[in-house]
């Protein structure tokens, strides 16, 4: 039976710690064999810690969420050390410190909070086309409360003089070898495919799925699932959702080669916490939040608001999901190395895509929206999306000129009809013109 962590039982635990609060929790459902034996694997650990762990990470996700409320301006960042046992949270007011322990947390005190050290890093992300081009990416790092700038061998006194000429003297420079570019070549496995192009979906929404921004711009016809990009962006960003034809089921579910594992939200999980990757050319595979918010530069431009990780990718990994037990992160959008040697991958936190294009994530314990029966599965789910909301519904006789909302925006009828499921207006725009 799930047990619910309250704010008052953190408090009362947190003398003894996170990691006696967290024995309150349990691990998600989705933290199945399958993720915990992927866990154990790349983080050189046992299914055992991995089910142990996935339980102080949900933990803390949720902490972060009510201590970034609760803070406010003085919140400085969040991360959980390396086998994620203790759970630190920044404040730039010593005398806040007491809220953060009340909820389990540990608190340390620091000079910048997270809003100044993202200000920063805009600066930088603003002159990122003066960027000295031995210099492969930037970020904030909590943990040391500064801007990291990346560079490579020679390119360290170059990189420093553009951060200090931008206004950004809270940077540390930190050697790389990261030569990064969009993981968009094609090799096998479960894909989508657009053109001579293939790449990896990364989540259902409502009506379609989310993916990298680079794998196609708006109008771009994909194929397995038919649909059409409805909204890219690349560089700058690298988002993008394909608007799927009738007839395509989205499922709350991420393909862990083999087998699938639901999702069943978008809580963001904070720095230190493990995170699995899933793509069509190496599957499941595994790392920690290394950073947030960190910008790269690719041949094609610069890309921000990223999330750095230690897990590996290939090309052809592109678009792909990365998950925190059953809360989806993100998409994948490049970096450097591969799944041999290891390397540093960067992806795309699905929120912001969620947010700026009004899409709803499909998650677990929901009714489909879509009459199509789904091919037969043992490993199929009884669940599918979440109830778009808004004005438009099934089995309504609509007029000619009718106007209704559905998903955040506004149609109107182009002519009568009486509604089906599986005729929402995104998905038959013989019917519905979107305003």
């Known amino acids: 039976m799930n047990r619910k962590i309250t704010a008052a039982a953190l408090a009362a635990l947190s ?20 993720m915990e034996a992927a866990l154990a694997r790349d983080l050189h650990i046992t299914p055992e810690q991995a089910r142990q762990r996935l339980g102080r990470e949900k933990v803390a996700a949720q902490t972060e969420a009510a201590l970034r409320a609760k803070l406010g301006a003085s919140f400085g960042g969040a991360w959980l050390n390396g086998d994620a046992t203790r759970f630190t949270v920044a404040v730039t007011d010593r005398t806040k410190a007491e809220q953060v322990r009340a909820l389990g947390a540990v608190p340390e005190t620091v000079a910048r909070s997270e809003a100044q050290l993202s200000a920063l890093k805009d600066r930088l992300d603003t002159a990122a086309k003066s960027a000295p081009e031995g210099v492969p990416g930037w970020y904030v790092d909590v943990t040391t409360n500064s801007v990291v700038v990346l560079a490579k061998d020679g390119s360290q006194d170059a990189a420093k003089s553009w951060a200090s000429a931008n206004g950004v003297d809270a940077v540390r420079v930190e050697a790389s070898t990261e030569s990064p570019k969009p993981l968009i070549d094609i090799i096998g496995g479960n894909a989508y495919t657009f053109g001579s192009g293939r790449c990896s979906i990364g989540f259902a929404v409502e009506g379609g799925f989310v993916t990298a921004g680079h ?3 708006t109008g771009t016809v994909t194929s397995n699932p038919s649909g059409t990009v409805a909204g890219s962006s690349f560089p700058g960003n690298d988002y993008a959702w394909v608007r799927t034809a009738a007839g395509n089921t989205p499922r709350p579910l991420v393909n862990r080669y083999p087998g699938t594992v639901p999702v069943a939200g978008s809580t963001e999980a904070p720095v230190g916490a493990s995170v699995c990757r899933s793509g069509s050319t190496t599957g499941w595979r595994c790392g920690t939040i290394q950073q947030k918010n960190a910008s790269v530069t690719y041949p094609e431009g610069t890309i921000t608001g990223l999330i750095r990780t230690n897990a590996c990718a290939e090309p052809g990994d592109s678009g792909g999901s990365w998950l925190t037990g059953d809360q989806a992160q993100g998409v994948t959008s490049g970096g450097s190395g ?36 789904p091919p037969t599965s043992t490993t199929s789910p009884t669940t599918t999306t979440v109830p778009p909301g808004g004005t438009w519904a099934p089995y309504v006789a609509y007029a000619a000129g009718t106007q209704v909302t559905y998903g955040g925006a506004s149609y ?14 995104p998905n038959v725009p013989a019917l519905w013109q979107r305003l």
């Open 338 to 373: 591969n799944c041999t040697s290891g390397g540093t991958i960067y992806f795309q936190p699905v929120n912001e895509i969620l947010s700026v294009y009004g899409l709803r994530l499909t998650v677990s314990g929901t009714p489909p929206t879509s009459t199509t029966t």
């Open 15 to 34: 003398v003894a710690g996170f990691t006696t609060a967290v024995a309150l929790s349990t691990p998600s459902a989705a933290a199945d064999t399958s």
């Open 412 to 425: 109107r009828c182009w002519q009568g009809h009486t509604s089906q499921p599986g005729w929402e207006p």
């Open 215 to 217: 794998c196609g711009r």
